[in-house]
């Protein structure tokens, strides 16, 4: 989407520029007339973008970390942010179609300092096209040692390793399920938070929660709109789905994810399967991994203090 910022500059760029302001000349003397011409000023070369840095590779010690939390885990996700600009490309290059997109919307909650998110707990809400809703507690980082065996049982209940270019974290989820209307009751202030969660999600909340933050103190972060595609390569290429979300925000700023799951046991291999179908396809591993979640917040806590 266009800023206002935009079109001024689009509009300097194209307007002709300003004829140069000149003093009345005086008449030329015999031995000026004859002056041998300037030579014409070599043309000034474009100054190169800046090409966006890439991502490290994890070290040794990070890497045996990484493998005793998958050790640990029920999943994982391999995951990389796009560098903005090149959106239209990822989506050409690795055969999404846009028309299948499936439209949601995040709603997170939190105080408007982040406090919950400073102790590792996330509450979060979407819409889903169609009516369906879902929620989760989510908790991170987190060591699977730690997780309590019962808690592991429940079949709403998961662990998952994120890995991405340069880094990773093991969080745990709590999910449930409502309707698209009944987010929107909450949104709108005519149903209580608490409501939209079951009881063993508000349970996990409680034991991971600042003490004195209960669910009512939560303000609304949102929503967020976005779109959510699947795709299935070619075998030959990639023999898994890749998903690609494109988080869009009321400004007009997009954060782009591509990911792919895979079981504790297939991590090494997927990873490495996955990291070279991506750069065959011209994706690069930058640096500037923009987690969704962290993103959300940080833009919605910015518009509440500055009364947007």
């Known amino acids: 989407m266009a800023t206002e910022a935009d079109t001024k500059v689009t509009a300097l760029a194209l307007a002709p520029a300003p004829a140069p302001a000149t003093k009345r000349a005086k008449p030329a003397t015999a031995a000026k007339a004859v002056a041998a011409p300037r030579k014409a ?28 939390l998958v050790k640990g885990a029920t999943s994982v996700e391999l995951k990389l942010s796009v560098p903005v600009g090149a959106g239209s490309a990822t989506v050409k290059s690795l055969g999404f179609d846009p028309v299948e997109a499936q439209p949601r919307q995040a709603f997170f909650f939190d105080t408007p300092d982040l406090a919950l998110n400073k102790a590792g707990v996330v509450v979060r809400a979407r819409r889903i096209q169609g009516g369906d809703g879902d929620t989760v507690i989510k908790l991170r980082p987190v060591d699977p040692s730690t997780i309590d065996p019962d808690l592991r049982r429940s079949a709403a209940f998961k ?19 409502c309707s698209g209307q009944e987010v929107l009751d909450v949104s709108a202030g005519k149903m209580p938070l608490r409501k939209l969660f079951s009881k063993e ?29 699947k795709h299935q390569p070619k075998a030959k290429d990639f023999d898994r789905p890749i998903v690609l979300e494109v988080w869009i925000y009321p400004d007009g700023s997009m954060v782009i994810e591509v990911s792919t799951k895979c079981l504790p046991k297939e991590t090494y291999k997927v990873a490495f399967d996955f990291k070279d179908y991506v750069t065959r396809n011209g994706i690069a591993l930058v640096a500037d991994q923009s987690a969704k979640t962290r993103t959300a917040l940080e833009f919605y806590t910015a518009r509440l203090k500055s009364g947007g």
């Open 159 to 177: 662990i998952e390793v994120d890995a991405m270019p340069g880094g990773f974290v093991c969080s745990a989820s709590f999910k449930g399920s």
């Open 201 to 229: 999600q508000r349970s996990f909340y409680d034991a991971h929660a600042p003490a004195s933050l209960t669910m009512d103190k939560l303000v609304l972060l949102g929503p967020t709109f976005l779109l959510k595609a």
């Open 41 to 68: 000023a070599a043309p000034r070369k474009a100054p190169k973008a800046a090409l966006p840095a890439l991502a490290k590779p994890l070290s040794r010690e990070q890497l045996d970390t990484m493998f005793k």
